[in-house]
């Protein structure tokens, strides 16, 4: 059975620091890309960025490059989005999901490319 759960959100002040987990299960996480997206309140939701599963790392939001990063544990079956400089616009839901396709060397930034998601994990940035 196909799972991915996040976890590492929380409240934080603004500037600082956050790392999510996306802990895979019922499949190896490094034969698929896997993208973080996010979903703020009243807003739709977007995509981050993303690992494929030849490690090549594409951003979809502008506005984290510099301050956020993805990597994996393959041993952990474990994806991770590390934020810094937390701005108080980072506030959302965040998700992980897994590429529908295996073996692709780029991810995309569309949802509908993913195929199963995890149930997020909340992100607030707020003094």
């Known amino acids: 059975q196909v799972q991915l759960v996040e976890s590492g959100g929380g409240l934080v002040q603004p500037g600082g620091s956050l790392s999510l987990s996306c802990a895979a299960s019922?499949?190896?996480?490094?034969?698929?890309?896997i993208g973080w997206f996010r979903q703020a309140p009243g807003k739709e939701r977007e995509g981050v960025l993303c690992?494929?599963?030849?490690?090549?790392?594409?951003y979809f939001t502008d506005s984290v490059k510099g301050r956020f990063t993805i990597s994996r544990d393959n041993a952990k079956n474990t994806v991770y989005l590390q934020m810094n400089s937390l701005k108080p616009e980072d506030t959302a839901v965040y998700y992980c999901?897994?590429?529908?396709?295996?073996?692709?060397?780029?991810?995309?930034?569309?949802?509908?490319?993913?195929?199963?998601w995890g149930r997020g994990t909340q992100v607030t940035v707020s003094s």
């Open positions: 999901a897994r590429a529908s396709v295996s073996w692709r060397t780029v991810c995309s930034g569309a949802s509908n490319q993913y195929d199963y």
């Open positions: 019922g499949f190896s996480s490094d034969y698929y890309g």
């Open positions: 690992i494929s599963s030849s490690e090549h790392r594409i």
